[in-house]
């Protein structure tokens, strides 16, 4: 059981090794290393943001190790298993959409995302005060046009806060079932929950296919994407038939709290 969410470990929890439990090996990290390098690849996702791509690595690779947001044995795959990965998910956002990351820990995939795609509106929801003050920092590091609310995605105040999205991502959160639960009332009829999943995802789609019709979910297919340079990643993409769930205000304040 994950002491943070209350809810069973998955795999792929376990491989974003973003949990608490990456701060009991912080010995072997070097503070003074410096940060991992941008693969050839990560020019043509980010642009002319990639400046701002590599100082987020870089913060994650100190900031981000220092307080245990990351596991040190992920410095070196920074780019390609965390940061270029998640915003491989880009081709699954349309034009302008606003996106609601749910669960985003450390910024992913929300943060990736709002670098390389600055059309889309991304609201960043993560219940842990360790977390979104980070998220926060990073935030305003970044000098991003990004909101942090603090709280669960199923509590009603985030929904009312952070409601009505275009879409919902989520990496590494929870079970299909449990992050479609949790995706749909925070979703417009019609919008979409786009979540990054690894080599799971088909079984995911197969075991809560009935989970996920009961909640409105159309049509639940997986996409293959990958970024050049990156670990390929699982989109599993579904859309919200009905109207399920609330729509809520959109505030533009940051740093919302909900408890
Ligand atoms: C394993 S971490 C993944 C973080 C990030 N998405 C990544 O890929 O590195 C799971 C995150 O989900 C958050 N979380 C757990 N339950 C949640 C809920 N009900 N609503 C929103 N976030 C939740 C946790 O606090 C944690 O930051």
Redesign the pocket.
């Known amino acids: 059981m ?1 002491e ?4 069973e ?1 998955t795999r ?3 491989d ?4 608490d439990d990456a701060r009991d090996d912080t010995s072997e990290t070097s503070m003074v290393e410096t940060p991992p390098e941008p693969p050839a690849g990560a020019g043509s996702v980010f642009g002319d943001r990639l400046p701002l791509a590599a100082r987020y690595v870089e913060i994650l690779a100190t900031a981000g190790l220092e307080r245990g947001l ?1 596991g040190p044995r992920e410095r070196p795959r920074l780019w390609d298993r ?1 940061v270029l990965n ?1 915003a491989a998910a880009a081709v699954g956002f349309m034009e302008n959409e606003s996106v609601v ?10 943060i990736p995302l709002a670098l390389a795609r600055p059309d889309l509106r991304i609201t960043l ?4 005060l360790r ?1 979104s003050t980070f998220l926060l920092e990073v935030v305003d590091q970044l000098g991003l046009d990004v909101r942090v609310v603090r ?5 009603k105040g ?1 929904i009312a806060d952070a409601g009505g999205a275009d879409v919902v991502t ?5 079970p299909l079932s449990r992050l479609a639960g ?1 995706s749909a009332p925070l979703l417009r009829p019609g919008g979409r929950m786009v979540a ?1 999943k690894g080599a799971s995802a088909a079984d995911e789609i197969e075991r809560d296919e009935r989970a996920l019709r009961k909640l409105g979910f159309d049509g639940a297919r997986v996409e293959v994407v990958s970024a050049p340079d990156a670990e390929e990643t699982r989109l599993v993409i579904a859309t919200l038939a009905t109207r399920v769930g609330s729509r809520g205000s959109r505030s533009r304040a940051r740093g919302s709290r909900h408890r």
């Open positions: 994950n943070d969410t209350g809810h470990t792929d929890e376990v974003a090794s973003t949990s990351m965390h998640s990351d749910i669960g985003s820990g450390a910024g992913l995939p929300g929801v993560e219940p842990l977390r709280g669960r995605a199923e509590e985030v989520s990496r590494a959160v929870a949790w990054l």
